[in-house]
């Protein structure tokens, strides 16, 4: 079956960096669009940041500049590189794997790792 494993979650200081990994499997990892997202308590979960099959990024605006999205096709890993750190990015993040076709629909989630930033 498909599995999304996430790791390098944790506590850092505000202006501190942390690095996501998100590990697939069970899929073919190079064919899938991929994305992060994050809940913080009390909120909805929002989109951070996507990465198609062709490398093409996108952001949300509080992440703009702070965060980057890369992809390692041959690990079958996507990454968000997280710097400059707010106490406002935390929430727990969730690693997507996403296909959207005229004929195919379909997701896949991780089980979410924790970013806390500390004042």
């Known amino acids: 079956q498909v599995q999304l494993l996430e790791s390098g979650g944790g506590l850092v200081q505000a202006g501190g960096s942390l690095r996501l990994s998100c590990r697939t499997s069970g899929i073919i990892f190079d064919f899938n669009d991929m994305g992060w997202y994050r809940q913080a308590p009390g909120k909805q979960r929002e989109l951070v940041a996507t990465i198609t099959t062709n490398f093409r990024t996108n952001y949300v605006d509080s992440v703009k500049g702070r965060f980057t999205i890369s992809r390692e096709n041959a690990k079958n890993t996507v990454y968000l590189q997280m710097n400059s750190l707010k106490p406002e990015d935390t929430a727990v993040y969730y690693c997507?794997?996403?296909?959207?076709?005229?004929?195919?629909?379909?997701?896949?989630w991780g089980q979410g790792t924790q970013v806390t930033v500390s004042a």
């Open positions: 997507n794997l996403y296909k959207t076709t005229t004929t195919t629909d379909y997701d896949y």
